[in-house]
């Protein structure tokens, strides 16, 4: 049973027959994370790097924002028994699509964001896929913690 993760969205599961799943990831991060003893998935895909950018929308959208959102996905997986120690954790995305002259650099400060939050929590990333100039599509099993990522003009392949 597939369970979308839309743009600016995060999905939490204990549910075997879950099969998390985020598409189009340009600049915008793909980060997944899951505990195979408790058997919990979670994927978050987030836009932004800072939600202090823009007070009003992070109001409105705050899954639009990495530093708001990350450690709220590690949360909702502890509410269901993951425990911190035993989470493995994946990255997919952060490339730059349209900013060829590399102006605003999303994708980058994207994945910056994120390594900053992971340092200061202890946290590290068992594998990723991220920069580039490509599209990334990233679905997550929750019965097995398999992650398999689409990427545009490469196939799909195992994160």
């Not at 549910?15 to 195979?36: F, Q, R």
């Not at 997919?92 to 699509?97: M, Y």
């Amino acid at each position: 049973m597939n369970v979308i993760v839309g743009i600016a969205d995060m999905k939490v599961s204990d549910k075997s027959e879950a099969i998390l799943v985020t598409h189009s990831l340009g600049s915008c991060i793909g980060l997944t994370v899951y505990d195979p003893v408790a058997k919990v998935g979670g994927m978050l895909h987030y836009m932004l790097p800072d939600s202090e950018l823009d007070a009003k929308k992070a109001g409105e959208r705050p899954f639009m924002f990495a530093n708001t959102r990350i450690p709220r996905l590690f949360k909702g997986c502890y509410e269901l028994g993951a425990e911190k120690k035993r989470m493995v954790v994946k990255v997919a995305g952060g490339a730059q699509i349209m900013d060829p002259t590399g102006r605003f650099n999303i994708g980058k400060r994207n994945y910056a964001a994120l390594r900053k939050i992971f340092w200061k929590n202890n946290v590290l990333i068992n594998n990723e896929d991220v920069g580039g100039n490509c599209n990334r599509t990233v679905w997550l099993k929750v019965d097995s913690g398999e992650v398999t990522l689409k990427v545009s003009g490469k196939g799909i392949c195992t994160l």
